[in-house]
């Protein structure tokens, strides 16, 4: 066995490799029967093998080459496409920015264009205010034509100082010009707006609320005499109080007879009471307006408490017309329209307010004219 075994061992093993290589070199890799046109056509070699195994390596590594080849191709598209992205949100961020400055542009020109007809419609209110009075109609008692004029002011007002205008003689004269007696100042009625759309209206010389010392005529009808003498009992009764336990009963019963008084109001005006004539329809709707004010005030009571039932700091005590129209920039009041028998002080103010508004502008003229010749 032993002997046999050495007989079929190779003698030249190199030469059997070298052998093999060539044979797989030589024979095409077809099948077994074509390699070996014998007898035997199932039969398979181990030179079959070998050339399977080498056309599998040739097969694996031409894939393996076409699959980097694709690889670097989809690197490129991907490339490209990061790069198309790009340019994209560069184009998109670049079109934002343009459309946004149309937009803006757009937006300027249309307030431009907005100031620019505010300017002409207040000038040419002001040339109705200044030289055609008899054209105001009732925008000086309404306090509108007051308010326009102290818009107008309120930028030069504040700094105002009458020492600045010259000689003693001059500050004398524009004092008396621009003077106001308490009794002027007594009869203006001024307007504070807070949260809410509430407001705040009363005297500029006492700053009390729930002004009750006139009534509009559809509230002075007999029949709402005693809802009347009730709400002005609780109203006194509301502002002498200063501890907070009583002041929150008193605001109580003032609420429950304000809303006894816009009952008996509501049921005594009738559709057709309002109907009758413009004359009651009107006087309905001022009572309905009056008792709103009240009620708003009656809110503002109950928000700063007792003793507070307005700041001092509203109240106006002097006697000229520049710290009065300072002295309502300042605390952000205007005026109201004024009670009856109390226009005349409108009309007074109202002259006053439309001399001062031509000297400001004729002394602007002539400072913008002599900055111009230096």
């Given at each position: 066995?032993?002997?046999?075994?050495?007989?079929?061992?190779?003698?030249?093993?190199?030469?059997?490799?070298?052998?093999?290589?060539?044979?797989?070199?030589?024979?095409?890799?077809?099948?077994?029967?074509?390699?070996?046109?014998?007898?035997?056509?199932?039969?398979?070699?181990?030179?079959?093998?070998?050339?399977?195994?080498?056309?599998?390596?040739?097969?694996?590594?031409?894939?393996?080459?076409?699959?980097?080849?694709?690889?670097?191709?989809?690197?490129?598209?991907?490339?490209?496409?990061?790069?198309?992205?790009?340019?994209?949100?560069?184009?998109?961020?670049?079109?934002?920015?343009?459309?946004?400055?149309?937009?803006?542009?757009?937006?300027?020109?249309?307030?431009?264009?907005?100031?620019?007809?505010?300017?002409?419609?207040?000038?040419?209110?002001?040339?109705?205010?200044?030289?055609?009075?008899?054209?105001?109609?009732?925008?000086?008692?309404?306090?509108?034509?007051?308010?326009?004029?102290?818009?107008?002011?309120?930028?030069?007002?504040?700094?105002?100082?009458?020492?600045?205008?010259?000689?003693?003689?001059?500050?004398?004269?524009?004092?008396?010009?621009?003077?106001?007696?308490?009794?002027?100042?007594?009869?203006?009625?001024?307007?504070?707006?807070?949260?809410?759309?509430?407001?705040?209206?009363?005297?500029?010389?006492?700053?009390?609320?729930?002004?009750?010392?006139?009534?509009?005529?559809?509230?002075?009808?007999?029949?709402?005499?005693?809802?009347?003498?009730?709400?002005?009992?609780?109203?006194?009764?509301?502002?002498?109080?200063?501890?907070?336990?009583?002041?929150?009963?008193?605001?109580?019963?003032?609420?429950?007879?304000?809303?006894?008084?816009?009952?008996?109001?509501?049921?005594?005006?009738?559709?057709?009471?309002?109907?009758?004539?413009?004359?009651?329809?009107?006087?309905?709707?001022?009572?309905?307006?009056?008792?709103?004010?009240?009620?708003?005030?009656?809110?503002?009571?109950?928000?700063?408490?007792?003793?507070?039932?307005?700041?001092?700091?509203?109240?106006?005590?002097?006697?000229?017309?520049?710290?009065?129209?300072?002295?309502?920039?300042?605390?952000?009041?205007?005026?109201?329209?004024?009670?009856?028998?109390?226009?005349?002080?409108?009309?007074?103010?109202?002259?006053?307010?439309?001399?001062?508004?031509?000297?400001?502008?004729?002394?602007?003229?002539q400072n913008e004219s002599a900055t111009e010749k230096q």
């Amino acid at each position: 066995m032993i002997r046999m075994m050495v007989l079929l061992r190779p003698r030249f093993p190199c030469l059997l490799s070298l052998f093999f290589i060539t044979a797989v070199a030589v024979v095409p890799s077809r099948n077994a029967a074509a390699q070996f046109p014998f007898t035997y056509p199932y039969y398979y070699g181990p030179a079959t093998a070998a050339s399977l195994e080498i056309q599998a390596e040739a097969q694996y590594l031409r894939a393996y080459g076409q699959v980097q080849r694709d690889l670097s191709v989809a690197r490129i598209h991907h490339a490209e496409a990061q790069r198309l992205e790009l340019a994209n949100a560069k184009q998109a961020l670049h079109d934002h920015l343009e459309r946004r400055e149309l937009l803006e542009a757009e937006h300027n020109r249309q307030i431009a264009k907005r100031l620019k007809g505010a300017r002409e419609r207040n000038e040419r209110i002001l040339e109705r205010l200044k030289n055609h009075p008899e054209l105001n109609g009732g925008e000086v008692v309404t306090g509108v034509a007051l308010n326009f004029l102290k818009n107008r002011l309120d930028s030069a007002v504040v700094t105002f100082r009458s020492e600045s205008m010259g000689s003693r003689e001059a500050v004398q004269e524009v004092a008396a010009l621009l003077h106001v007696t308490p009794a002027i100042v007594h009869a203006l009625q001024v307007r504070q707006h807070l949260s809410k759309g509430e407001t705040f209206v009363f005297r500029l010389d006492e700053g009390q609320p729930l002004q009750v010392d006139w009534w509009p005529p559809a509230l002075r009808a007999p029949e709402l005499k005693d809802a009347r003498s009730q709400f002005e009992v609780a109203r006194a009764k509301a502002l002498e109080t200063r501890s907070s336990a009583d002041f929150d009963g008193c605001i109580r019963k003032l609420l429950l007879r304000h809303a006894a008084l816009e009952e008996a109001f509501l049921k005594m005006q009738t559709r057709a009471t309002r109907l009758k004539s413009q004359q009651a329809w009107v006087a309905c709707n001022d009572g309905k307006a009056f008792l709103q004010t009240l009620s708003g005030e009656i809110r503002r009571m109950e928000k700063l408490g007792p003793g507070a039932p307005g700041p001092q700091t509203l109240v106006y005590q002097g006697t000229e017309l520049p710290e009065l129209l300072a002295h309502m920039v300042r605390n952000g009041l205007e005026f109201a329209p004024a009670k009856p028998a109390d226009e005349h002080a409108y009309e007074q103010v109202f002259r006053m307010l439309r001399d001062l508004y031509v000297a400001f502008k004729a002394d602007e003229a002539q400072n913008e004219s002599a900055t111009e010749k230096q």
